[in-house]
């Protein structure tokens, strides 16, 4: 499969559970990134790699735990999770953090918190 | 930090008039403009942009305007049709925040057969 694709499309887990999410890019790009999608409210920027260093962290809970283990594979880790986190998560990629470029999305990861 | 505030939040247009969608920015360092349409149940998808080097950028029905005085751009539909139905989301960056995107609010389009 072309572009940036994440696994698994649909996850539903309690609060005492620990997951992780996938998010691999098939484009040669330097950067990735989290999102959270929840309904009515705009994309929220969560976490930013620049060739596997982690350059930004915008005040996201320590239960959500990226990793990035090579420039193209991207990890959420998630453990004791709210039900306020139910929302969709979105991987992206761009060529570079050096200057502004599109953005390519992956489908995303329903996520559901009972 | 940059603020980019997006209106309106829903539009309901009949198929064949045109539909505007307004963003404004704060950051005057912004340089780059994307707009992602995203339809029910899909990722967001870019369907045009615009750099700060210029005013106007048309493809096809679509075209996207800047005023870099005022500090706004719009995102302009004509010819709607149902397909146009989706979330349109506008967002700026600066190539000094790293390529960092910041999103709009979302405009939830309608076209009405």
């Known amino acids: 499969e072309t572009g940036v694709t994440q696994t698994p499309r649909h996850l539903v887990m309690g609060m005492t559970n620990k997951k992780s999410l996938k998010c691999e890019q098939h484009l040669g790009h330097n950067a990735m990134y989290w999102y959270k999608q929840s309904a009515k409210k705009p994309l929220e920027l969560m976490f930013v790699?620049?060739?596997?260093?982690?350059?930004e962290n915008n005040s996201v809970p320590s239960r959500f735990s990226p990793e990035c283990p090579n420039s193209s594979h991207l990890f959420l880790h998630l453990h004791t999770l709210q039900p306020e986190d139910s929302a969709l998560y979105l991987c992206?990629?761009?060529?570079?953090?050096?200057?502004?470029?599109?953005?390519?999305f992956g489908p995303g990861t329903r996520l559901t918190v009972t | 930090g940059e603020n980019v505030e997006q209106h309106p939040s829903t539009l309901s247009v009949q198929e064949g008039d045109s539909a505007v969608i307004k963003c404004t920015y704060s950051?005057?360092?912004?340089?780059?403009f994307p707009w992602y349409k995203q339809e029910l149940g899909k990722r967001p998808q870019l369907i045009i942009d615009i750099r700060s080097n210029v005013g106007e950028k048309k493809d096809q029905r679509i075209a996207v305007t800047l005023n870099k005085t005022a500090k706004h751009f719009s995102l302009h539909i004509t010819e709607t049709q149902p397909e146009d139905s989706a979330v349109y989301f506008c967002?700026?960056?600066?190539?000094?925040?790293?390529?960092?995107?910041?999103f709009g609010q979302g405009t939830e389009l309608s076209v009405k057969p």
């Open positions: 950051d005057s360092a912004s340089n780059y």
């Open positions: 790699y620049s060739l596997e260093e982690r350059v």
């Open positions: 992206a990629s761009s060529q570079s953090l050096l200057v502004s470029y599109e953005q390519y």
């Open positions: 967002a700026a960056s600066s190539n000094n925040q790293g390529g960092k995107l910041i």
